[in-house]
């Protein structure tokens, strides 16, 4: 369910962020918000774009001045542009081509005699040959990913540049035919040496025709939409880059599997945490929550008892789990630990800083968390 109906005027979208495309054109623009209401929706779409680049695991850390002012624009702009970007620079290198095979009936040999059907030929027609040959054709299945979602952003953009560039690149991809099945062939895209150069355009045409993505939207009408689960952006992006911030020995893991109980040698109830890190023979466990709060008793009782199970099955009640919350500067700074009755385990509550992308707890940071290279 995307969102709630509170209104015949008014619609709630739950945790979501990204643009929606109504059938009649609109274009509605869900921004994430974590300051004030005073916040311009620039701010939002940066915040955003870089959250999506690291969950896509996009290169983007060079933009040009064209692509800073599409922070002005709606989000399928700036990933149309990116798009088209990469698929101008693999237009020059050239799209790789493959045999397919061809039958057909000719008025002259070329390749392979079909022997059985020319023996079935009347009379009439044994002037004409049943032929089998290879041609070296463009239409392979990455090629025609990429003209289908070519033509997706063709038909959505409305930027004069993006626009004139779609344009000259469809006329240069004419002989591609478009994807009859879309998750069939990215199954089918091939990742060895020879297509290399595939590799930079392969996230931005997942993105574009929203494959593997948390959430997207697509119509039968002409247009993008792309709608993702902030809960799960927040908890991906938080994960890849405490990854990258690991002191030397430490191991993170995300989304590690348990279970709480069994029954006749079956496991049942599955534990999922988002984060769980070994560091020198301790466990740590932390649960990204894209939640603002604003004082300790606006923390969720559930959230609580939910890090409780996780850490007596991860760190046999002996370590520290924590809430992740995304920061803000109406935050309660510092939170202390929490300590639970009767057992050594503590919950920490902390933030997340978009912008500097560091964790933070409020105090002893360097002493709550040693896994993590401050």
Same mark, same amino acid.
């Given at each position: 369910?995307?969102?709630?109906?509170?209104?015949?005027?008014?619609?709630?979208?739950?945790?979501?962020?990204?643009?929606?495309?109504?059938?009649?054109?609109?274009?509605?623009?869900?921004?994430?918000?974590?300051?004030?209401?005073?916040?311009?929706?620039?701010?939002?779409?940066?915040?955003?774009?870089?959250?999506?680049?690291?969950l896509i695991d996009a290169d983007c #850390?060079?933009?040009?001045?064209?692509? %800073?002012?599409?922070?002005?624009?709606?989000?399928?702009?700036?990933?149309?542009?990116?798009?088209?970007?990469?698929?101008?620079?693999?237009?020059?290198?050239?799209?790789?081509?493959?045999?397919?095979?061809?039958?057909?009936?000719?008025?002259?040999?070329?390749?392979?005699?079909?022997?059985?059907?020319?023996?079935?030929?009347?009379?009439?027609?044994?002037? &004409?040959?049943?032929?089998?040959?290879?041609?070296?054709?463009?239409?392979?299945?990455?090629?025609?990913?990429?003209?289908?979602?070519?033509?997706?952003?063709?038909?959505?953009? #409305?930027?004069?540049?993006?626009?004139?560039?779609?344009?000259?690149?469809?006329?240069?991809?004419?002989p591609v035919p478009l994807s009859r099945?879309?998750?069939?062939?990215?199954?089918?895209?091939?990742?060895?040496?020879?297509?290399?150069?595939?590799?930079?355009?392969?996230?931005?045409?997942?993105? &574009?025709?929203?494959?593997?993505?948390?959430? =997207? &939207?697509?119509?039968?009408?002409?247009?993008?939409?792309?709608?993702?689960?902030?809960?799960?952006?927040?908890?991906?992006?938080? =994960?890849?880059?405490?990854?990258?911030?690991?002191?030397?020995?430490?191991?993170?893991? =995300?989304?590690?599997?348990?279970?709480?109980?069994?029954?006749?040698?079956?496991?049942?109830?599955?534990?999922?945490?988002?984060?769980?890190?070994?560091?020198?023979? #301790?466990?740590?466990?932390?649960?990204?929550?894209?939640?603002? %709060?604003?004082?300790?008793?606006?923390?969720?009782?559930?959230?609580?008892?939910?890090?409780? &199970?996780?850490?007596?099955?991860?760190?046999?009640?002996?370590?520290?789990?924590?809430?992740?919350?995304?920061?803000?500067?109406?935050?309660?700074?510092?939170?202390?630990?929490?300590?639970?009755?009767?057992?050594?385990?503590?919950?920490?509550?902390?933030?997340?800083?978009?912008?500097?992308?560091?964790? #933070?707890?409020?105090?002893?940071?360097?002493?709550?968390?040693?896994?993590? =290279?401050?």
């Amino acid at each position: 369910m995307l969102g709630e109906l509170r209104s015949r005027t008014e619609l709630q979208l739950k945790s979501l962020v990204g643009v929606l495309t109504t059938p009649c054109g609109v274009q509605l623009e869900m921004l994430p918000k974590t300051q004030h209401d005073a916040d311009r929706a620039s701010e939002g779409r940066r915040q955003l774009i870089r959250m999506l680049t690291k969950l896509i695991d996009a290169d983007c #850390r060079s933009f040009s001045t064209a692509d %800073i002012s599409l922070f002005e624009r709606p989000l399928t702009e700036w990933v149309a542009r990116q798009f088209l970007l990469r698929l101008h620079e693999l237009m020059k290198h050239g799209l790789r081509c493959d045999y397919k095979r061809v039958e057909e009936v000719s008025s002259f040999l070329r390749g392979q005699l079909d022997v059985h059907r020319q023996m079935q030929q009347p009379p009439h027609r044994r002037h &004409v040959f049943h032929v089998r040959h290879d041609v070296f054709l463009e239409d392979r299945p990455e090629n025609r990913l990429l003209r289908s979602a070519l033509e997706r952003v063709r038909a959505c953009v #409305r930027l004069a540049e993006n626009w004139r560039l779609a344009a000259s690149l469809c006329k240069l991809m004419q002989p591609v035919p478009l994807s009859r099945d879309v998750q069939g062939d990215f199954s089918q895209w091939r990742r060895d040496r020879l297509m290399a150069s595939y590799a930079a355009i392969r996230p931005w045409c997942e993105l &574009v025709l929203g494959k593997d993505m948390p959430y =997207a &939207v697509s119509h039968s009408h002409e247009g993008m939409s792309m709608l993702f689960s902030m809960d799960v952006l927040f908890e991906r992006y938080v =994960a890849q880059t405490l990854r990258g911030k690991l002191m030397p020995g430490s191991v993170l893991e =995300a989304q590690s599997e348990g279970w709480l109980c069994s029954r006749s040698g079956h496991a049942c109830f599955k534990l999922r945490p988002d984060i769980v890190v070994c560091c020198d023979g #301790r466990t740590w466990v932390l649960d990204t929550k894209w939640k603002r %709060i604003e004082k300790s008793s606006d923390v969720d009782n559930h959230d609580v008892y939910q890090l409780y &199970v996780y850490g007596r099955q991860w760190t046999h009640g002996t370590g520290d789990v924590a809430l992740v919350y995304p920061e803000h500067e109406k935050f309660p700074h510092p939170q202390r630990p929490f300590q639970f009755m009767g057992e050594e385990m503590r919950l920490l509550v902390t933030t997340f800083d978009l912008n500097d992308d560091r964790l #933070r707890c409020g105090l002893d940071e360097e002493e709550n968390f040693p896994w993590l =290279a401050q």
